[in-house]
């Protein structure tokens, strides 16, 4: 079955950086067909999407929130995804999750396109 381990996260200063990684838990045979995304949700806030990356291409979709700060990249080659986070905010503290569907989906930030979701990983920015 397939698993999404999350690494990465931890406590930066605002205006820092980290880089978030989420990696299939086995071979998985057309992971370049997989939809992925990150998402984020911070207490008391509802899960946000932050970030998507279509299946087999380039395309990819971000919220207004993040636009020009992350960056979402996959390495098919290694069934990974990552999430480069530059120009930390406080504001950007939340538990960061990754998700995945096979297929291309219609709503790419939406919690609902995705069945499959990693563990989560927490991210916490001082000022």
């Known amino acids: 079955q397939l698993h999404l381990v999350e690494s990465g996260g931890g406590s930066v200063q605002a205006g820092g950086s980290l880089r978030l990684s989420c990696a299939a838990s086995?071979?998985?045979?057309?992971?370049?067909?997989?939809?992925m995304a990150w998402f984020r949700q911070a207490q008391g806030k509802e899960r946000e999407g932050v970030a998507a990356h279509s299946p087999y291409g380039d395309q990819t979709y971000y919220s207004d929130s993040v636009k020009g700060r992350f960056a979402i990249s996959r390495d098919d080659a290694k069934n990974t995804l990552y999430l480069q986070i530059n120009n930390l905010k406080p504001e950007d503290t939340a538990m960061y999750y990754c998700a995945t569907q096979r297929g291309p989906v219609r709503a790419p930030l939406a919690d609902e396109s995705y069945s499959l979701w990693g563990q989560g990983r927490l991210v916490t920015v001082s000022s």
């Open positions: 086995k071979d998985t045979s057309g992971y370049t067909w997989f939809s």
